[in-house]
Structure formats: C-alpha cells, structure tokens
C-alpha cells in the first residue's frame, strides 16, 4: 500500500503528514511525501527548503516508516500531486487544508479542491 501525501510548510502540511504516518502504520504503507512548487516566484513560502526539509525528513526517518520526499517543479501543484498518486499507485492521497475565503477560493483556486474532484483513489483532507 502506498499512501501521497501532499505537503506544504506549516500547520496543514505538519497535519497532514501527521495523519498519514497513523494510517501508514494502521495499514503497513509507505509514504510519498509530494512538497511541489510553480517555481515561478522568487520565494515560495509553501516549498520546504533548508532546515524545514531537514526536520521533515528527520522526523520522517524517526517515525521508522517507509517513505520518500519528492520536490517536483510543474506550472500546476495538483498535478503534481495527481501525477505521483498515478505514478506510485497510490492506494490514499493525504492533504492539508487551510482557512481561505470564499473570494480566495475563486481567484486563486485550491490544490485541496482539485485533488479532491480529480483523484483516481480515496483522499483524506485534514484541518491542523
């Protein structure tokens, strides 16, 4: 089994990394863990680099689970995440939502919502 996580800097990231490692432990999976980025803003707050990437790999590496840290570049972040479920075949897709408002969600879009609706496998969208 084999459970995507999609993960971002922060609060909705930590909690879905969080609940993925309990359900990779219920059910034996391993987890990919899928930080991507546009790439096309100098700073992306959400891409983990440096230090955040060392202590998500480290406490991945303490939780004894197998798993992998993918960083991907694309011009669309679901995708991204869509693209490695499909890949891995993955059997769960775990991601963090946050608190956007109703004209947020309109301009900008959702990665939760687009990997929500397009899916091939069950998601689970956690709150921090």
Excluded: W
């Excluded at 790439?39 to 991945?60: E, I, K, N, P």
């Excluded at 991907?72 to 869509?82: N, S």
């Amino acid at each position: 089994m084999t459970i995507v996580v999609g993960y971002v800097t922060g609060a909705p990231g930590e909690a879905a990394v969080e609940q993925a490692l309990v359900e990779a432990r219920r059910t034996g999976a391993r987890l990919v863990v899928v930080n991507g980025t546009r790439g096309d803003a100098y700073v992306d707050t959400r891409f983990s680099q440096g230090a955040d990437v060392d202590r998500l790999r480290s406490h991945l590496e303490a939780s004894g689970v197998q798993h992998e840290v993918r960083q991907p570049l694309g011009p669309d972040v679901a995708d991204l995440i869509l693209d490695a479920a499909e890949e891995v075949g993955a059997d769960l897709i775990v991601v963090g939502l946050r608190r956007r408002t109703p004209v947020g969600k309109l301009i900008l879009g959702s990665t939760a919502q687009r990997v929500l609706l397009d899916a091939a496998c069950p998601v689970l969208a956690v709150k921090p």
